[in-house]
């Protein structure tokens, strides 16, 4: 351990926040380095984005591209490995990747987001990738022509929708209840759309299919049918924290299993902050812009920090 670097600063994900985190990291010259999974997050399934300053419209996988070329361009080490445990030790935090690296740091930040809820239905994994979906924009383009139903009735199933109308013959979404949220703009754009029918006050109960899913079930008869018949089944009834890290380090969290950060982000734990998706701040608006902001906000306190204990 003695022979190995430590880095000032580790920042555990590569999405919005962590990647803003690094950029900001690196104007502060903190020696830094980013472990991410997957490059972009949840940002990088989101099909159209198009309430981001300075972007009218610009695609998930767009905005991820821009904000890795700007981090990269600062010359910080981009590392896409799993983060699989943390250990305090007397003098830095060591990590453990899923590949067997590790490494150590005086400071962590926790960017890592959340993960797409599932609906726990009995045989849901069976049919993941063989008709159910949680991603439009990975998987559309695999229904061109079909028929299709979305789960959901927040801004990311409104989206859904609209990109597989695009693609698919016809999209059915079910909503629990009787009326989208979410952003006007979209739900406007979603009930206006010839191809999209929208099922209010229903619940998808049941999946069936023999190699691939074939129909769902409905917790409630719609024109006189409880059975849908569908191509593919996209869900996205939104997302929870991803918890394994925060339980090995014990951080408090509120009780849907958030972190819970100060103002300036800085978790339970001294020396471990947390931003974007995976914390209380922000109102608990889990936006592109605030968890930007909340990795900003980040970087800037541990800079603070680190000057302060020289
Ligand atoms: C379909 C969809 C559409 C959306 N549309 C919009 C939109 O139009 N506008 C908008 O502002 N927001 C939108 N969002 C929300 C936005 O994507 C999120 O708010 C944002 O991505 C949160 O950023 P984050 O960095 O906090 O987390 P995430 O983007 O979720 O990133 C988390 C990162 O942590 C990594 N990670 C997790 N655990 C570990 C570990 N153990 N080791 C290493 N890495 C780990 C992940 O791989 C990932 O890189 C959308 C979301 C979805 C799903």
């Known amino acids: 351990m003695e022979n190995q670097k430590n880095y000032s600063l580790i920042i555990i994900g590569a999405g919005p926040a962590a990647l803003t985190a690094s950029i900001y990291a690196s104007r502060y010259r903190l020696d830094h380095l980013v472990i991410g999974e997957s490059l972009g997050g949840l940002a990088f399934e989101a099909h159209k984005i198009c309430n981001f300053p300075t972007e009218q419209e610009i695609s998930g996988m767009e905005i991820v591209e821009k904000m890795k070329k700007h981090v990269k361009s600062l010359g910080t080490s981009l590392l896409l490995d799993k983060v699989i ?8 935090f060591k990590i453990l990747t899923r590949s067997g690296k590790i490494f150590l740091a005086k400071t962590l930040l926790l960017a890592v987001g959340t993960k797409r809820r599932q609906l726990n239905l009995p045989n849901e ?45 016809k999209v059915y979404q079910i909503y629990r209840k009787n009326k989208l949220r979410g952003e006007t703009a979209w739900v406007n754009q979603v009930v206006t759309n010839k191809k999209i029918e929208v099922i209010y006050n229903t619940e998808v109960i049941g999946l069936d299919g023999k190699e691939k899913l074939e129909k769902i079930i409905l917790s409630k008869p719609y024109k006189g049918q409880t059975e849908l018949a569908i191509d593919g089944l996209f869900i996205e009834i939104g997302t929870i924290p991803q918890k ?15 972190i819970r950060v100060t103002p300036d982000q800085k978790t339970s734990h001294s020396g471990i902050w ?8 922000s109102n608990n608006f889990h936006q592109i812009i605030t968890a930007c902001s909340e990795g900003a906000i980040a970087a800037e306190d541990i800079f603070k920090f680190l000057q302060n204990s020289k």
């Not at 445990?85 to 830095?92: H, I, L, P």
């Not at 049919?127 to 028929?147: E, H, L, P, R």
């Not at 394994?244 to 958030?258: H, Q, V, W």
């Open 85 to 92: 445990n943390v250990e305090q030790k007397k003098e830095a």
């Open 125 to 169: 994994s069976k049919f993941i990738g063989k008709g159910v979906s949680y991603c439009a924009t990975c998987d559309a383009m695999f229904y061109q022509g079909k028929t299709v139903a979305v789960v959901g009735g927040s801004d990311s199933a409104n989206t859904a929708s609209l990109y597989l109308a695009e693609i698919a013959k």
């Open 244 to 258: 394994n890290l925060i339980n090995k380090l014990s951080l408090e969290t509120d009780e849907k299993g958030y």
């Open 274 to 281: 947390a931003a974007g998706d995976i914390t209380t701040a």
